[in-house]
């Protein structure tokens, strides 16, 4: 294997297309990448990622590794004609580890059925800050033990079927407020308390991948720099004093907690220098190409980078391996009426009735229904208005009007909606609710002015301790299961089973 086909094995690039077309040719030409990320952009039925898949190996002359980010919930790219699980912490609710053992045995078989070999999961941050922006109801649980029980679980799942996971996102991210594909966050706890806390799950479940982001941690670090690029904390700390011996792949090198800091070329040498085996470029062909090329050179020309490489190879080698697992389906597997029957069912568990003070639960009266725009448009019907479907689908059953607001509305337009409420039996659908002062306060003023208010918090579960809240409804995320089975709970057609697997007093 010459030397352009060697730095190529380190680098994970995202591509621009659903098909082979001359772009993505001259960017896999240019690369010779060793992996490839899919995202949404680059789906659009089983049938064509399949074949897009077989196309790239078939012109590349080598399988690269496949892989995708299919945590389940709020983080699924495989959508259309594929079964979506709901999220982790969906699965923890149940009280159940099989819930996540299930999901990812799920996962796994559509997954390897398409030709994927990698899934970028699970989470393994613990949520113990209930601001976090980026984590929420991606992690199990702020219960150590409860993530490791979980995670250790799906991962089972997903081996069984031949697929490969990764631990994200190390050394944990839970307890902080910033979002790492914005700015760098920072994690400024003792080293005992992240030794005690964050990096458990990495200590005690056993994954051939881990994933470091773009954080600060002044503990294990000398210089205010992300851990993605620091020595101290990718070789001093993981290889020497965790003695970890599996592959490491960078979270996307485009994020702003890397990106604000450092330019492409640079956040790749630092990156590699410092003890990374992959380096990812998830955008932009102009980027990745040249990064490439820049380490190239660097690497020629360099005996510590050459000898660098030589490690990450071989730690490389044991993915190929597994990847190579005969454990392939057919397409007729995929998307089967019985696995999403059995990601219905983790819904219907996981489903939690924090409070029910008004005993309003089964419903057989609502007068408005009042929900949020949400603002992540996956796994949402109604894309285009960013509207819940399950809002729309309580509107009609008990023929009460709709009222949209937005988490910034003003006091001019949450006045409005106070009015519709007052005296009157509400339902209110929030999505983090806590993070928004505007969406904040109408929960707020509709507790007060209700005769009775029921609220679905359809993200994170935070919402439901809002001061006023009586009755409250947790759902972990809006699959299209999850918004069904909140009108199923309403209609007295099933019984709540799950319990929240956070203390929203962590912080």
């Known amino acids: 294997m010459n030397l352009k086909d060697r730095v190529g094995k380190l680098f994970m690039i995202g591509l621009p297309s659903t098909s082979l077309d001359d772009e993505t040719k001259r960017v896999l030409d240019e690369v010779r990448p060793g992996s490839i990320i899919l995202f949404s952009r680059n789906i659009e039925s089983k049938e064509q990622v399949k074949k897009y898949i077989q196309d790239i190996t078939e012109y590349l002359g080598y399988k690269p590794l496949v892989t995708i980010d299919q945590e389940g919930g709020i983080v699924t790219r495989l959508i259309e004609g594929f079964c979506v699980a709901p999220g982790t912490m969906a699965a923890a609710a149940t009280q159940n580890p099989e819930s996540a053992y299930k999901m990812g045995k799920i996962l796994g078989k559509e997954m390897k059925a398409i030709g994927v070999d990698w899934d970028l999961a699970p989470v393994v941050d613990i949520n113990n800050n209930p601001n976090n922006p980026g984590i929420g109801v991606r992690s199990f649980s702020s219960d150590k033990n409860i993530v490791v ?25 839970g307890r902080v407020a910033v979002d790492a594909h914005l700015d760098m966050p920072e994690l400024n706890i003792s ?8 990096i458990y799950p990495f200590k005690n479940i056993d994954s051939v991948s881990w994933m470091p982001s773009h954080i600060y941690i002044p503990c294990l670090q000398d210089k205010k720099e992300p851990a993605t690029v620091s020595k101290s904390v990718l070789t ?21 907690g890397i990106s604000n800091y450092y330019t492409p070329k640079e956040a790749a040498e630092l990156t590699f220098r410092a003890g990374m085996d992959i380096l990812s470029f998830c955008h932009d062909s102009e980027i990745q190409i040249s990064v490439k090329k820049y380490m190239e050179e660097k690497i020629e020309n360099d005996e510590e980078l050459r000898n660098r490489m030589e490690e990450s190879l071989e730690r490389l080698e044991k993915l190929y391996e597994i990847a190579k697992v005969n454990n392939n389906h057919p397409l ?7 696995n999403n029957r059995v990601f219905k069912e983790i819904c219907e568990n996981s489903i939690t009735v924090y409070k029910n003070e008004d005993a309003v639960l089964p419903l057989d009266k609502v007068d408005n229904v009042f929900t949020v725009k949400l603002t992540r448009l996956v796994l949402v019907e109604d894309k285009k208005e960013g509207v819940p479907e399950i809002s729309k689908r309580i509107s009609e059953r008990f023929d009460a009007p709709l009222t949209i607001f937005d988490p910034k509305d003003n006091d001019e337009k949450i006045e409005d909606i106070i009015n519709k409420a007052k005296g009157k039996i509400n339902i209110v659908l929030t999505e983090n609710a806590h993070l928004y002062e505007g969406q904040k306060k109408v ?25 006023g809240v009586k009755n409250s409804i947790c759902t972990y995320g809006y699959t299209k299961n999850q918004q069904e089975t909140v009108l199923e709970l309403l209609e007295g057609k099933i019984n709540a089973k ?10």
């Open 149 to 173: 029980n979980f995670a250790q679980r799906f991962i089972d799942g997903l081996e069984e079927e031949g697929i490969i996971a990764c631990l994200k996102h190390f050394p944990g991210k």
């Open 191 to 198: 080293k005992e308390k992240l030794m005690d806390v964050e």
């Open 236 to 256: 001093t700390f993981v290889r020497e004093e965790l003695e970890y011996k599996g592959v490491l792949i960078a979270d996307d090198l485009s994020m702003g």
């Open 332 to 338: 007729e597997e995929v998307g089967t009426e019985d």
């Open 443 to 467: 929960v707020e003023e509709i507790a007060k002015n209700s005769d009775k208010m029921i609220l679905v918090a359809l993200r994170n579960p935070y919402d439901v301790f809002i001061e």
């Open 498 to 507: 799950g319990k929240i697997p956070v203390d929203w007093r962590m912080a």
